[in-house]
Structures are given as structure tokens and as C-alpha cells.
């Protein structure tokens, strides 16, 4: 069984940057798609971003576009979230996420999900 290990969350002021990274252990996952949700407290978890195993589709959510950036290396198992120009909105719950099905458009609904991180934006 796959397990997902988030890191890189934390605390930072508006407009400040921060990158996520999440690593897959217990087998190869460089043919499955990956990527990240997000759950602020109240709301529903949604989805951010997520990536094909080639890197060749990639969707975000209209909330983030232009200021998050999902990448992976498949080579170290691990897939990024680097998020700049970060708002008191994207204060959540970030969760990695990865599923063994094909990646046609933003709405995806992954199998596998990690612990989670918290992003905490300061306003």
C-alpha cells in the first residue's frame, strides 16, 4: 500500500511563498497521477492541482491558477506544490493525493491521501 508523507507547510504573511512537497513510499508511483486538496476550516476539502504521470496534463483550480505550481519527480517519488502571492484564503488543510486512473480534467477524485499539512496565511 502507497503512503504519502506531506511537508513544507507552515506559517507566512500574505503575499509570501511557500512550497509543499509530498513523497510516496511503499512502491513506484511515476505512472499514477498526483496532486493536492485542500481543506480550510468549515468548508468542504476542494481541489487545488494535480498532474499526470508524464507532467504532459495539469489542472488547477480557478482559485489558484497563475499563483500555484504543481510539479513532480518521478524519479524521487515526490510531487511539489510551490505556491506564491499566498492569500489569507488559502489558509487550509493541504492534503497530497494520487490515484492509479487517467487525468482528464480538474475533477478528479484520487483513491490515496496523506495526513495532510497546515498553510497558515497571515493577513
Known amino acids: 500500500q502507497v503512503q504519502l508523507v506531506e511537508s513544507g507547510g507552515g506559517l507566512v504573511q500574505a503575499g509570501g511563498s511557500l512550497r509543499l512537497s509530498c513523497t510516496a513510499s511503499?512502491?513506484?508511483?511515476?505512472?499514477?497521477?498526483m496532486g493536492w486538496f485542500r481543506q480550510a476550516p468549515g468548508k468542504e476539502r476542494e481541489f487545488v492541482a494535480a498532474?499526470?504521470?508524464?507532467?504532459?496534463?495539469?489542472y488547477y483550480a480557478d482559485s489558484v491558477k497563475g499563483r500555484f505550481t504543481v510539479s513532480r519527480d518521478n524519479a524521487k517519488n515526490t510531487v511539489y506544490l510551490q505556491m506564491n502571492s499566498l492569500k489569507f484564503e488559502d489558509t487550509a488543510v493541504y492534503y497530497c493525493?494520487?490515484?492509479?486512473?487517467?487525468?482528464?480534467?480538474?475533477?478528479?477524485?484520487?483513491?490515496?491521501w496523506g495526513q495532510g499539512t497546515q498553510v497558515t496565511v497571515s493577513a
Open positions: 511503499g512502491r513506484s508511483v511515476s505512472t499514477y497521477v
Open positions: 498532474i499526470s504521470w508524464a507532467g504532459g496534463r495539469i
Open positions: 493525493a494520487l490515484d492509479s486512473r487517467p487525468l482528464y480534467n480538474s475533477r478528479w477524485y484520487p483513491g490515496s
